[in-house]
Antibody, heavy 112, light 107 residues
Framework: VQLVESGGGPVKPGRSLRLSCAAS????????MNWIRQAPGRGLEWVAS????????YYADSVKGRFTISRDNARNSLYLQMDSVRAEDTAVYYC??????WGQGTLVTVSS | DIRMTQSPSSLSASVGDRVTFTCQAS??????LHWFQQKAGKAPKLLIY???RLETGVPSRFSGSGSGTEFSFTISSLQPEDIATYYC?????????FGQGTQLDMK
């Protein structure tokens, strides 16, 4: 199993950013996928989940209405569209499969 | 939301020590609890699932117990490579929530 995130970087408050996660080594379309984040020096925070066929989507209150999780099962890819970002969204974002497999993370830094 | 409270926040111990820390859930989560180990600069690693089941490949010195609202995690004989921060995590209900972590250092 391999999960590789990309798309992180510096972004100004109020702007948008799209994170991607390329998955391999398992039947991607079968399982729920998650985004989990970790602010610098802080603990872990669940951000969003999406079921295998995208029927069930859930968000943390802290990102609801601003972030959109999606997936493309044909491309074995998971996405997180981050709109109206805030300083408190600064974190390493992890792509996570069944909480057993984690990507290496991609750092998002929101600063003016 | 279910609040997860870990104690202590930090702990210093010596090689060979038996180390235990706890996690309390604000409501009944049955056995729907993970324990993760996170080393500096790395992604978390799943050690325990369903409160007490050891993930494949994890050394047997690690163990977990508990159900309902009270849980504990034990390292039976601390090794240098166990230095890390440990998190509990409930997956009984959304939003999934984590404890604030217990930072384990070598004395």
């Amino acid at each position: 199993v391999q999960l590789v995130e990309s798309g992180g970087g510096p972004v100004k408050p109020g702007r948008s950013l799209r994170l991607s996660c390329a998955a391999s080594g398992f039947s991607f379309s079968t399982f729920t996928m998650n985004w989990i984040r970790q602010a610098p020096g802080r603990g872990l925070e669940w951000v969003a989940s999406i079921s295998g066929g995208s029927e069930h989507i859930y968000y943390a209150d802290s990102v609801k209405g601003r972030f959109t999780i999606s997936r493309d099962n044909a491309r074995n890819s998971l996405y997180l569209q981050m709109d109206s970002v805030r300083a408190e969204d600064t974190a390493v974002y992890y792509c996570v499969y069944v909480f057993l497999y984690w990507g290496q993370g991609t750092l998002v830094t929101v600063s003016s | 939301d279910i609040r997860m409270t870990q104690s202590p926040s930090s702990l210093s111990a010596s090689v060979g020590d038996r180390v235990t820390f706890t996690c309390q859930a604000s409501q009944d989560i049955s056995n729907r609890l993970h324990w993760f180990q996170q080393k500096a600069g790395k992604a978390p690693k799943l050690l325990i699932y369903d409160a007490s089941r050891l993930e494949t490949g994890v050394p047997s010195r690690f163990s977990g117990s508990g159900s309902g609202t009270e849980f504990s995690f034990t390292i039976s004989s601390l090794q240098p490579e166990d230095i890390a921060t440990y998190y509990c995590h409930q997956y009984e209900s959304l939003p999934y929530t984590f404890g604030q972590g217990t930072q384990l250092d070598m004395k």
